[in-house]
């Protein structure tokens, strides 16, 4: 069966230093990738997809970046992070064809102080 | 970006009522997902409704989707406490979903 965990669960960090969170899927090969960030407990905001290795789509302009250096693996990074940076970060994969299930992974809480 | 508005924000129900909640666009989706978040947590797929005007019953929650795919509805018939959560429609953009900002609902005994 298909699982996906993302790491650390939690983090606070302080302003303009760095950020790495990871991603890793495990059953499945080449799925497609995701990034959600979700403010204050609502809505989630998709900020990059992945539709395979190298390859990586950026939904909204901001100091975070992200990338995927193997096909099960994706990374959320910041150089320098900002308050505004605060929320929580979901991980998520779908089977490839648009319109299927995602399936998130546990989240992490970012609190940058 | 195709938007996604749910009504109500917030829900506070005693146990045993009856509720619907909404999912509204004016775009047209190929697919509408219902998605329950519990705090801390992710996100966890209810339903997926593709053809329009479908119906998907899943135990006491009853997912509608409206004919002309751009709207959806969640009825739950005689809440519980467990049914406390953010319910949040997805909808398929074409590369990935997006997503409503959902509704709360907190279900008292």
């Known amino acids: 069966s298909q699982t996906i965990h993302q790491w650390p669960a939690t983090l606070v960090q302080p302003v303009g230093s760095p950020l790495s969170l990871e991603c890793t899927v495990e059953?499945?090969?080449?799925?497609?990738l995701y990034w959600y960030r979700q403010a204050a407990g609502r809505g989630l905001q998709l900020l990059f997809y992945?539709?395979?290795?190298?390859?990586i789509s950026s939904e909204v302009p901001q100091n975070l970046s992200a990338s995927r250096p193997q096909d099960r693996q994706f990374i959320l990074s910041s150089k320098k992070l900002l308050l505004s940076d605060s929320g929580f970060y979901l991980c998520?994969?779908?089977?490839?064809?648009?319109?299927?299930?995602?399936?998130f992974g546990e989240g992490s809480w970012l609190t940058v102080v | 970006t195709q938007l996604l508005e749910q009504s109500p924000q917030f829900l506070s129900i005693q146990e045993g009522e009856n509720l619907t909640v909404y999912c509204n666009s004016s775009s047209v989706f190929s697919s509408l997902q219902w998605y329950r978040q519990e705090p801390g947590e992710g996100p966890v797929l209810l339903v997926t409704?593709?053809?329009?005007?479908e119906v998907k019953k899943l135990k006491r929650l009853t997912f509608q989707f409206g004919d002309a795919r751009k709207d959806s509805s969640l009825h739950i018939t005689a809440a519980q406490p467990g049914d406390t959560g953010l319910y949040l429609c997805?909808?398929?953009?074409?590369?990935?979903?997006?997503f409503g900002k959902g509704t709360s609902l907190l279900v008292t005994p």
């Open positions: 992945s539709v395979g290795i190298g390859q």
């Open positions: 998520a994969w779908s089977a490839g064809q648009t319109g299927n299930t995602i399936y």
């Open positions: 409704v593709v053809t329009g005007g």
């Open positions: 059953g499945t090969s080449n799925p497609n």
């Open positions: 997805a909808g398929d953009s074409g590369y990935a979903l997006n």
